[in-house]
């Protein structure tokens, strides 16, 4: 986290924005605790045909790119570790998610959308799906909604802000 940032923090405590205060700390929590090897270079964002089962009737269908496959495939590994049914893409949760990340990443802001769903937010400077997924994995309230039975479907998308760095959503229905 550079100096500006930090002072950022700091002016938003001064001015009674804890909420947005506390979720840039956790952020650098999050970045500063270690969550093993991490590749440093640019995520691959090109799209792919894949295997996972996407939800909508055919004129809703979307191509996934390689780190939304990658993230959907081991976000649904970790739901069965768990005893967990895995869930399914939703095209309209992947726009939505894609789209959100995309607002937060141009405006440099990281906070929640007014899409009325379940919705868990990453923002950091790896951008692989294995770090986002330890990032929600590591705090007990994303983990919870990552694993609540009542999901069935959902919808990711990460976009990188011109500060290099990387903003997701992952959105539930």
């Known amino acids: ?49 894949v295997s996972l089962p996407i939800t909508g009737s055919s004129n809703q269908s979307i191509t996934l790119t390689e780190l939304e496959t990658e993230f959907i495939n081991k976000l649904n590994e970790y739901r069965i570790s768990r005893g967990k049914s895995p869930v399914r893409v939703s095209a309209k949760l992947t726009r939505q998610a894609r789209s959100w990340s995309q607002t937060m990443a141009t405006q440099n802001h990281y906070r929640h959308s007014n899409d009325n769903v379940w919705e868990n937010i990453a923002y950091n400077y790896y951008g692989s799906a294995d ?36 903003y997701a959503t992952l959105q539930f229905e």
């Open 131 to 166: 770090y986002v997924l330890t990032q929600w994995k590591n705090s007990p309230g994303h983990n919870r909604t990552m694993l609540l039975n009542q999901h069935s479907t959902v919808g990711f998308g990460q976009r990188r802000a011109s500060n290099g760095y990387y």
């Open 1 to 49: 986290m550079n100096p500006q940032q930090l002072q950022e923090i700091w002016n938003n405590i001064l001015n009674g924005q804890t909420q947005k205060a506390l979720a840039a700390v956790l952020a650098l929590i999050t970045a500063v605790s270690g969550v093993g090897n991490i590749p440093q270079f640019p995520v691959n964002t090109s799209s792919v045909n």
